[in-house]
Structure formats: structure tokens, C-alpha cells
């Protein structure tokens, strides 16, 4: 028997992104929706983002360390192949994510089946 697929694959190129990369790592772990992994790629960094990844002992982080820098695409591109969730999302390593975004996307998603690709833009604003 096959186990149930990963609802969500989130992909999180990182390179140089110490400053607020612990910002946008927290901001997914603490999703209202919980089905995920979460794909961290780390670009060949030479600053602390290795150190700041290796600090979270989170069974849906997957660490992958491309050890020296083959730009965005190639890593996004890795990230893909990767991905073992039924859909992708893409997040920067300065991103911040609300609470219940991925709750509100899966529930679109699903109840849109013929929507393939979706953006958003939300302020946290009332």
C-alpha cells in the first residue's frame, strides 16, 4: 500500500538569506493547515542560512544543499523534481506567510478544479 501523498510541496530557494530567513521559515511551520513539506534549497550560501536551516527539527523540512551557487532557476527547477506534494508553492526566503494561508489556497484549489495556477498578494489588513 502506497502512503496518502503530501497535500502541499513548498519550495524555498535560499541564498544569502540570513537576514530574514527565520521570519519566513516560521511563518510556514505555523500554517493552520498542515499537510506539508516543506523544500528548503540552499544555494551555496556563505553566510548563516545553513546554520539557521540546521537549527529546526521539523519532520516536514527537507534540507537540500545545491554546496555551490547555480542561480534560481536551476534551483526552483530542482525544487520541482523534488516536490512530492499534490500541488507547489513557491515562497522567497523574505517572504512572510499569514497563519492560514495554505488553508484558504488548498480550499480554492480544490473547489476550482479548473484552476491550475494561482497567485496572491495579501496585506494582513482587515
Known sequence: MTPEKTKIS???PVYNGEKYLKIAIDSILGQTFKDFELL???DGSTDESKKIIASYDDSRIRFIDNQKNMGLIFTLNRGL???KGEYVARMDQDD???PNRFQKQYFFLE???N???MGVW???KA
Open 115 to 117: 484552476v491550475n495556477l
Open 96 to 98: 512572510i506567510s499569514l
Open 81 to 83: 523534481t523534488e516536490a
Open 40 to 42: 528548503i534549497l540552499d
Open 111 to 113: 473547489n476550482n478544479q
Open 10 to 12: 513548498v519550495i524555498l
Open 122 to 124: 495579501e496585506t494582513g
